[in-house]
């Protein structure tokens, strides 16, 4: 059973000289209680498919295709009051930076009440009591008091989890957590990450966690999708990912993270950067940083393929597939 389930996504900024695509048919599901990452560089689609699933797109972008369900309702093309309803009752909302999520001019505890009582048939002292449990339940100390502060007097980290306090509020299905710990010491970011492992495990909540930090994704993720110029390069166990990736993107990902164990002067580095919206290379997008690229990908946009326990959108998993099932073949029609 998924609780998520995006199809064929589409996602367009029309403007005067033509539209631009920047999400481009991306498919994928989570399941209840699974934590799926979403990962790729500055200008992938990370946040806009986390924009979409919310219903929060800034206009003029819109969905232009495909569909987008919640427990198997279709959400996508729902009424502004109505998708606002679903988007704090069924799907919380964290993003990278908490000031733009906290209103500055109310206490942490009036806003906490505030989204609990919209949302949950409960009385002022019930919701009271209810976001005092939720600042405990998120680590900070002493919420009897601390939720009479303004988000000015929390720190950093002590905001962010008023923030995911305020996801929580109204006991969503879904969590769309946008780079949470961006803007956190790496102390605090491990901190947060165990937090949201936690909600997820005994909430049985299911989260989808955008961000460019690997490290982040492996310790915390069950899935991750490697998004590339609006499309997903590929997806999979976040194990085989990390350690067998079948896409050159994520292998060149991959080779770009720090390695502890070994010994060498320069990190890997993918040469060129990600192609902008209008000027979408034809065939595979990724062709012309590639190092394996042939003939057919600057010609025939790859779809994702089975490649052992992941999928990617390669020509290179379709040759080595088809080179295994010619090597397997039976010779000279022995019997």
């Known amino acids: 059973m998924h609780l998520l389930q995006v199809k064929n996504l589409v996602v367009e900024f029309p403007h005067r000289r033509g539209t631009l695509r920047a999400i481009d048919d991306i498919s994928f599901d989570i399941a209840p ?17 986390g924009a979409a699933i919310i219903g929060l797109l800034e206009p003029p ?7 987008i369900l919640l427990a198997g309702q279709r959400i996508d093309n729902l009424p502004y009051a109505q998708m606002r309803h679903i988007r704090g009752r069924q799907i919380g909302a964290i993003f990278q930076d908490p000031l733009t999520s906290l209103n500055p001019l109310y206490t942490v505890g009036d806003q906490l009440v505030e989204t609990i009582r919209a949302h949950l048939p409960v009385s002022a002292d019930e919701a009271r009591q209810r976001a005092i449990g939720l600042l405990q339940d998120t680590g900070i100390p002493a919420a009897a ?9 929390f720190s950093g980290g002590m905001r962010q989890r008023v923030v995911i306090a305020l996801a929580l509020a109204a006991e969503p299905k879904l969590i769309v957590a946008d780079e949470p710990t961006t803007a956190l010491d790496v102390s605090i ?4 990450i165990t937090l949201l492992k936690s909600i997820c495990k005994e909430r049985g909540a299911a989260v989808m966690l955008i961000t460019h930090d690997m490290g982040v994704i492996a310790e915390t993720c069950d899935r991750v999708a490697v998004l590339y110029a609006g499309r997903i390069a590929e997806i999979g166990p976040v194990h085989e990912v990390i350690h067998h990736p079948a896409h050159p993107y994520t292998a060149g990902l991959m080779a770009a993270i720090p390695d502890m164990t070994l010994e060498r002067e320069r990190l890997n580095q993918i040469d ?6 209008n000027a979408i290379p034809a065939g595979c997008a990724f062709n012309p940083r590639c190092p394996n690229v042939h003939d057919r990908c600057k010609v025939d946009r790859p779809d994702l393929m089975d490649a ?4 990617a ?3 290179l998993v379709n040759d080595a597939r088809a080179q295994a099932a010619q090597t397997s073949a039976p010779v000279g029609g022995a019997a």
């Open 145 to 153: 008091q601390r939720i009479g502060h303004y988000p000015h007097q």
């Open 272 to 277: 060129g950067a990600m192609p902008r919206l």
């Open 308 to 311: 052992g326990a992941t999928r």
């Open 189 to 192: 970011q491990a901190q947060i």
């Open 33 to 49: 209680g699974e934590i799926l990452g979403v990962v790729g560089e500055s200008g992938a689609g990370k946040s806009l498919t």
């Open 61 to 67: 972008g819109r969905v232009a295709g495909g569909q």
């Open 313 to 315: 959108a390669c020509w």
